[in-house]
T-cell receptor, first 115, second 112 residues
Framework: GAVVSQHPSWVICKSGTSVKIECRSL??????MFWYRQFPKQSLMLMAT?????????EQGVEKDKFLINHASLTLSTLTVTSAHPEDSSFYIC???????????FGDGTRLSIL | AQSVTQPDIHITVSEGASLELRCNYS??????LFWYVQSPGQGLQLLLK??????LVQGIKGFEAEFKRSQSSFNLRKPSVHWSDAAEYFC??????????FGGGTRLMVKP
C-alpha cells in the first residue's frame, strides 16, 4: 500500500517551455503533498507543502510564480515549472501522506532537463 | 530547529565486508528517524524507520539501524555488503508534522 506515482519520469524540453509534473496517490487519499528538488549529488530540498483545496506553502527562496502547485483533489497534485530555463534542470520528487501523524510516501521522481 | 548530519560523504567498502553509515541528529523531542536509499536517477526507497520501542530496527535488504539517544545517532548497518547496495543513502528526521529533514547523504561504493 501507500503508493505514490509521478509522471513523467523524465522530460526534456526547450528553454521557455512550461512543464507540468503530476503526483498521484494511488491507494490512499493524500491530504498533504510535498514537492522536493534535488540537485546532482545533493540532498533533497523541500520546495513547498500543499494541502488539498488550499494554496501551497512555499519554502523561503522558492518562487511561487515560477513553480505553480495545484492540489485540487485528494489524489493529485501538480507542479508546473513556468517558462523553464536551464537552471531549472533538476530532479523533482513529490511525496504524500494521508493523515498529519503519518510519515510521507515518496514518488519515483521526475528528471527535468531544459535545453 | 532540527537537523541531520551524515558525516561521511563517500564510503567505499569491499563486497562481503560489513558496513556502517553514520547519522547524527539534533532535535528537542523524541525523533522519528528514517533511512532511505536512492539509486542513480531513481526515487527514494524506505529501508527502515524508528518511531519508538526497540532501539534496534530491522529493515529491508538485510539492513538494520540502532537508535542511540545518548549519542543522538541512528547509524545504519549491514553485515555483508553486496555490489547491488551501491547507491546514495539518506538519513531523515521527521517531527511528526510537516517537517522531514534530510541529511546530506552518503554515497556508497562497493569494490568487487
Amino acid at each position: 500500500g501507500a503508493v505514490v506515482s509521478q509522471h513523467p519520469s523524465w522530460v526534456i524540453c526547450k528553454s521557455g517551455t512550461s512543464v507540468k509534473i503530476e503526483c498521484r496517490s494511488l491507494d490512499f487519499q493524500a491530504t498533504t503533498m510535498f514537492w522536493y528538488r534535488q540537485f546532482p549529488k545533493q540532498s533533497l530540498m523541500l520546495m513547498a507543502t500543499s494541502n488539498e483545496g488550499s494554496k501551497a506553502t512555499y519554502e523561503q527562496g522558492v518562487e511561487k510564480d515560477k513553480f505553480l502547485i495545484n492540489h485540487a483533489s485528494l489524489t493529485l497534485s501538480t507542479l508546473t515549472v513556468t517558462s523553464a530555463h536551464p537552471e531549472d534542470s533538476s530532479f523533482y520528487i513529490c511525496s504524500a501522506r494521508e493523515f498529519s501523524n503519518q510519515p510521507q510516501h515518496f514518488g519515483d521522481g521526475t528528471r527535468l532537463s531544459i535545453l | 530547529a532540527q537537523s541531520v548530519t551524515q558525516p561521511d560523504i563517500h564510503i567505499t567498502v569491499s563486497e562481503g565486508a560489513s558496513l556502517e553509515l553514520r547519522c547524527n541528529y539534533s532535535y528537542g523531542a523524541t525523533p522519528y528517524l528514517f533511512w532511505y536509499v536512492q539509486s542513480p536517477g531513481q526515487g527514494l526507497q524506505l529501508l527502515l524507520k524508528y518511531f519508538s520501542g526497540d532501539t534496534l530496527v530491522q529493515g529491508i535488504k538485510g539492513f538494520e539501524a540502532e537508535f542511540k539517544r545518548s549519542q543522538s545517532s541512528f547509524n545504519l548497518r549491514k553485515p555483508s555488503v553486496h555490489w547491488s547496495d551501491a547507491a546514495e543513502y539518506f538519513c531523515a528526521l521527521w517531527n511528526a508534522g510537516n517537517m522531514l529533514t534530510f541529511g546530506g547523504g552518503t554515497r556508497l561504493m562497493v569494490k568487487p
